[in-house]
């Protein structure tokens, strides 16, 4: 390795010089108080030092560095190829930090009675956005309790709402409403639960449009707010 402008105060107490080439040897215990090469080096013994310098060489180089560990701001110029995982407290984008990034599973759970296999509940979290996405089937509808004006709630949303959520059923055909009703999921302000509205308004499905002689019934929905 190669070293210049290699400047070093302090005591030194082995310092061998031999000729063609010229080639200078610092003892392990060689003693510096600055060292100052092409880079940042911090180092009291003049061997340590120049092994921080071989490190120097790697970054600018392109070499490879085992467990790097980084404190402060890292700053990337190009393209970067990292093989592993990345732990930080947020990512800056260029706009703003990435503090949340989650990728993951809830468990839903219904009101009335209403029992259910639970096929698929997945959340993606990005940010303060939050996308849910579900599949319930074998429904059981048939031994729903409650008054009539309650509504179907479901709960378990892995992150309460800030403002009103809006999503869409995919499929919904225990209702006692005609074919080609529209319902549209909604998360209430403040809350991690979801209700199902149906119609052109915003009524939420109650026990009294619930049709109760389905024992396996279906329902299959998306839908993204903005977490509290």
């Not at 599973?105 to 509940?121: K, S």
């Amino acid at each position: 390795m190669a070293i210049t402008k290699l400047s070093i105060t302090g005591n030194t107490t082995s310092v061998g010089i031999s000729s063609t080439p010229i080639v200078v040897s610092l003892g392990n215990t060689a003693q510096a108080t600055t060292v100052t090469p092409s880079g940042n080096i911090t180092a009291t013994n003049a061997q340590t030092a120049l092994e921080q310098l071989d490190t120097v060489k790697a970054q600018a180089s392109g070499g490879t560095l085992t467990n790097p560990s980084i404190s402060g701001n890292v700053s990337v110029t190009g393209n970067a190829s990292i093989t592993g995982d990345i732990t930080a407290s947020s990512l800056n984008l260029g706009d703003t930090n990435l503090t949340e990034y989650v990728v993951g599973t809830w468990t839903p759970q219904i009101n009335l009675g209403v029992t259910l296999t639970n096929d698929y509940a997945r959340v993606v979290r990005i940010g303060d956005i939050c996308h849910i996405f579900f599949k319930f089937t074998n429904m059981d509808l048939t031994a729903m309790t409650g008054s009539g004006t309650d509504e179907l709630v479901i709960s378990g949303l892995p992150y309460s709402s800030l403002v009103d959520g809006i999503g869409f059923c995919k499929r919904i055909d225990w209702t006692n409403f005609a074919v080609g009703t529209h319902f549209r999921l909604s998360v209430e302000p403040s809350t991690a639960t979801i209700k199902i509205a149906h119609g052109d308004g915003y009524n939420n499905l109650t026990k009294d449009d619930i049709n109760n002689t389905f024992s396996d019934a279906h329902l299959i929905g998306v839908i993204t707010y903005q977490v509290a």
